[in-house]
């Protein structure tokens, strides 16, 4: 029994340290007034629910509600698309296969940081590549201010971030590919089906667990991402790249106001939560039950 | 029909290195231009390749990031031996013993997994600031953690609970304890999960940015992703530095993958099912 409790105290500890306390901290916070003297003075009166009202009026709150819906669904819905196709394409034989597959891992194992630094450098308006290449073979007219047009902002950071996600997709799909009998393949050939048939009722249904494994975990993932975003754009410009999340920073870190950052981090949590409960939900019955649930 | 056949995936491999040459484009680009002379970056059409390379680019960043590579191993190092070290009795635990409440608490991992990164660093400020750590590689350590004992747990006792029982329980007949069931019994046997998770860890505090921006109020223990945050911001013009120290920063992840691809492959893997 002490065995037990010894083995499991300091797991426990830690999680209500470094977890339990600061969600704790984040929600009381978002009740008070928090500056940064709050920090030295000890005090931050009770405003109840002044930071949400706040928060909700404020005309960013549009904004970056739909900045996120939109980067967050456009990312997973190619991310997921190109990933899969990639997939698809390494399940075929030939040389070089798991070298290749290995080598597209890269941009997923980089510090976040350095690939967004690298697509900065790529949209760079004057002397980036993108805008050299297309104006030297005459598709555009004049240099796109791909980071600094409050339209062309948004779809950038998007690419940026779908590029960095294809790898683990793919890596996840190929995975789910691997676990499909190839006697089912066999047997559809047989049967006449064409290549799209067989991804059509064959990959396709059976693929459908783990698919929903990797939509949410990139859309839990995609809620968070901060860093491409932060060293792209910084939420700009006019806040046209402004997440919750990049939203939740300025008003914590550059405003100073600590509860309304808190504020925003809790709609947040609320917004991660309900698709966690989705996501939990999904694989208890995809692991119950693997595959019974495609077809349609 | 054989030679049909061979064409045809000397054809499917020549496809192949199109896809992963385009995809992996950006990353030419960086050591490119991270071997170009600063005013090399400024020409139109771009120089596409590192002919009459310098390294310039290198040298500024060896220069002006050093201190903040050196700062980015120590708290990555740190975040490993802390994240094993709570770990792997967590996981030895989860793993064997039949507790109550072992449900909610693999259940409270998954979840806490969830949590986006800017509330954690909004709540660990005022938790540093408190304790005075702002600034510190404690601060660091202490926050990257948190993003790497959730999954190293889960990870681990995934692997354990597939260790036979038996094993354990032959040395428990002679005597030995749990502690040193789980020292030479498990361990041993569970290096690569061991290595997956350290390996993670690793990667996770290398490359964490939000916990490296927020938790420091000065440049003393700055790791390296804030450097070059910081690097772009003051020097525009010299993307060969900024490069070279992009390319600098992602040695470690180049070098895991080239000798440690198994483990990495069973890292994404189990993040993504973590079982």
Known sequence: MLARVGFLAPIVCYLAVFFGYPLAANFTMALREYS?????????????????AAVLSDPVFGTAMANTAVFTAASLAFQFGIGLALAVFFQRHFPLNGVLRSLLLIPWLLPLVVSG???????????????????????IDSAVPWLSSTAMALPSV???????GIPFNMVILYGGLQGIPTQLYEAAALDGAGPWQRFRHVTWPLLRPVSAVVLMLGLVYTLKVFDVIMVLTQGGPANATQTLTTWSYSLSFGELDFGLGAAVGNLLILIALVFAVFYLRGLRTSGAAPGTKGGR | MAVHRRVRTAFTTVAALVIVGGLLFPLYWMVNASFQPAT???????????????LDGYRQAVESQGRPLLN??????????????LSVPAAYALSRFRVRGAGVLLFALLLVQMVPGIVMANSLYAVMNQTGLLSTYAALI?????????????????F???????????????GAGHGRVLWSVVLPVSRNAMITAALFAFLFAWADFLFAVTLNADDSVMP?????YRFIGAHTADWNGVMATGVIASVPAAVLLVVAQRYVAAGVTGGALKD
């Open chain 1, 117 to 139: 630094t690298v697509w900065r450098w790529i949209f760079d308006q004057e002397y980036g590549v993108l805008n050299q290449t297309l104006l030297g073979l005459g598709v």
């Open chain 2, 224 to 228: 390296v992703t804030v450097g070059i």
């Open chain 2, 142 to 158: 202490l926050a990257d953690s948190t993003v790497a004992v959730p999954f190293a747990v889960l990870i681990l006792r995934a």
């Open chain 2, 40 to 54: 090399g970056l400024l020409e139109t059409p771009p120089r596409w390749f590192p002919v009459g390379g310098t």
């Open chain 2, 160 to 174: 354990m609970a597939t260790i036979p029982a038996e094993l354990g329980e032959a040395a428990m007949v002679d």
């Open chain 1, 36 to 52: 940064a003297a709050s920090f030295y003075t000890g005090e931050a009166p009770f405003v109840g629910l002044a930071n949400y």
């Open chain 1, 158 to 164: 998007t690419v940026a971030n779908i590029w960095v």
């Open chain 2, 72 to 85: 980015s191993m120590i708290v990555a190092a740190g975040t490993v031996a802390l994240t094993l070290a």
